[in-house]
Nanobody, 122 residues
Framework: VQLQASGGGLVQAGGSLRLSCAAS????????MGWFRQVPGKEREFVAA????????FYADSVKGRFSMSRENAKNTVYLQMDTLKAEDAAVYYC????????????????WGQGTQVTVSS
């Protein structure tokens, strides 16, 4: 499965962005999906994950209550709604697919998109 993330950009602190991840090649209904982020010099960190059916979601403590992940299997797309953005949310955001039902572990994900940059100005 090929993944294409989009929707990043520059936003003021307190603002919102919606990231999208469009899949091609295979239906994402076969995959648990996740969002991860990375800043230069740091390891890639887990942000959010959603189960194959979309009934279960996990979030990193740092984004819980502000970010929401969803999926539209019919459109082969997953989303990350990011509200009340903070300076520390600035990173390159990656979507990924796993054959597990759901996972927070990046090593569980075999397929990765190219990343989309999120910049938050204070």
């Amino acid at each position: 499965v090929q993944l294409q993330a989009s929707g990043g950009g520059l936003v003021q602190a307190g603002g919102s962005l919606r990231l999208s991840c469009a899949a091609s090649g295979r239906t994402i209904s076969r995959y648990g999906m996740g969002w991860f982020r990375q800043v230069p010099g740091k390891e890639r960190e887990f942000v959010a994950a959603i189960s194959l059916s979309g009934t279960s979601t996990f979030y990193a403590d740092s984004v819980k209550g502000r970010f929401s992940m969803s999926r539209e299997n019919a459109k082969n797309t997953v989303y990350l709604q990011m509200d009340t953005l903070k300076a520390e949310d600035a990173a390159v955001y990656y979507c990924a697919a796993t054959t597990m039902i759901i996972s927070v572990n990046p090593s569980s994900y075999a397929y990765w998109g190219q990343g989309t940059q999120v910049t938050v100005s204070s």
